[in-house]
């Protein structure tokens, strides 16, 4: 090797080592930006209280209106007409709803009338509501479900995933309306976990199924009643072991005891927002803090649910880092039958639907099937249950 042989060399050695460093130095950059959370963005979600259990909640694309069409004045809080005769009317900012939920049929909740003129002068909306209320309504626009009492069911409506869980009414206000089809919704919005509870019992039996624990909900809209034996006293703790307390936003007051409740609530929830008057609203930004407790330690794949299930499952996993996923179905022959995800996704939580369809579109018969996760090496997989 001749002189000029060995300074080619040994400059081809200090690009490549130089090279190395740059990439190592580019590396470290970028994982310390993720370790940080800044390099997460996320929308902020808009939750503004209409009345009663009335809600509009915006991530700036999708809207979803909640318990909130009426066409008489409910005698709780109620909002001024003209705001009324926009959301009737479908008029702007409630000109393009994708999504009506209705959690009961109580008059306090919603008009027949009026849920009737708003779905007529919306087209794109679709409207979700127990059977007893859905049956006031007809065409494609109604979402037909019926999860039974303790059962839920999770779908994806206009882009919107929610799953809907059948939860027993409150029967501890004087009254017994334990008989009442009541839904809670799980809205997945702009990011955020959003579960609305109507007027819910706030047992410990009334929740139990569902495992709210394990489903990270970013706000819970819960109603606030003076009853001395509703959630306010005797339940707070069965609802604080499923929702952590500072994310709780209290709605649903009664005009004559706004005082008194909102100091029971600063006191059992400190950091909750409380709804007092029409219009006001809340916005949700994740800062860059939370997103790094969020973020999770490993991979992991959760069971599906509902299951069994019909027509729809939900199945969640976890990134503890920015990842190509592949999440694929099988049958019991060991044939693969649907590719549900195959893409790169940032670090956090994630769920995807199936629908019980393979990748032609055919709905599969019952069974049971697995769903496999691959990650980098990381496999895990999973049994579930289709019933036709
Ligand atoms: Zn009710």
Request: include cysteine.
């Amino acid at each position: 090797m001749c002189f000029k042989e060995v300074m080619i060399v040994k400059i081809f050695r200090m690009t490549v080592l130089l090279f190395c460093a740059i990439l190592l130095a580019a590396t470290r950059g970028n994982s310390k930006n993720m370790m940080d959370g800044e390099t997460q963005s996320q929308n902020d979600v808009t939750i503004t209280y209409l009345q009663n259990d009335g809600v509009l909640i915006s991530d700036g694309t999708h809207k979803v209106l909640i318990d909130a069409i009426f066409n008489f004045a409910s005698g709780w809080i109620n909002l001024n007409a003209a705001e009324a005769a926009k959301i009737i009317n479908a008029q702007a900012p409630y000109d393009d709803i994708d999504l009506v939920l209705i959690t009961h049929n109580h008059g306090d909740h919603y008009s027949p009338g009026a849920v009737n003129t708003h779905l007529s002068n919306n087209a794109n909306t679709k409207l979700i509501a127990p059977p007893p209320v859905a049956a006031n309504f007809s065409g494609t626009q109604i979402v037909n479900i019926n999860p039974a009492r303790g059962q839920s069911q999770a779908l994806t409506v206009n882009g919107i995933e929610v799953e809907v869980l059948h939860l027993r009414h409150f029967d501890a206000f004087g009254n017994d309306f334990s008989g009442v089809q009541n839904f809670g919704y799980l809205v997945k919005i702009g990011g955020k976990n959003i579960l609305h509870l109507g007027d819910v019992d706030m047992t410990v039996q009334n929740f139990q199924n569902f495992g709210l624990a394990q489903k990270d909900i970013d706000f819970a809209l819960i109603p606030t009643f003076n009853a001395p034996a509703h959630f306010m006293t005797s339940h707070r703790d069965a609802l604080n072991s499923q929702i952590q307390p500072a994310n709780i936003i209290a709605l649903h007051l009664l005009s004559g005891s706004i005082t008194s409740i909102r100091q029971q609530v600063n006191s059992l929830y400190p950091g909750a927002t409380i709804f007092t008057t029409p219009l006001q609203s809340v916005t949700i930004t994740v800062t860059s803090v939370s997103n790094e407790e969020q973020r999770p330690e490993r991979f992991s794949l959760g069971q599906n649910y509902p299951n069994p299930f019909n027509p729809t499952t939900t199945i969640e996993y976890e990134l503890p880092l920015d990842s190509q996923v592949m999440l694929q179905i099988y049958n019991l022959l060991g044939q693969r039958i649907r590719t549900l995800l195959n893409q790169s996704q940032s670090a956090g939580m994630h769920s995807v639907v199936w629908e019980g369809r393979n990748d032609l579109g055919q709905t599969v018969s019952s069974g049971i099937y697995i769903y496999k996760i691959q990650v980098g090496s990381f496999t895990e997989t999973h049994k579930m249950v289709f019933l036709q």
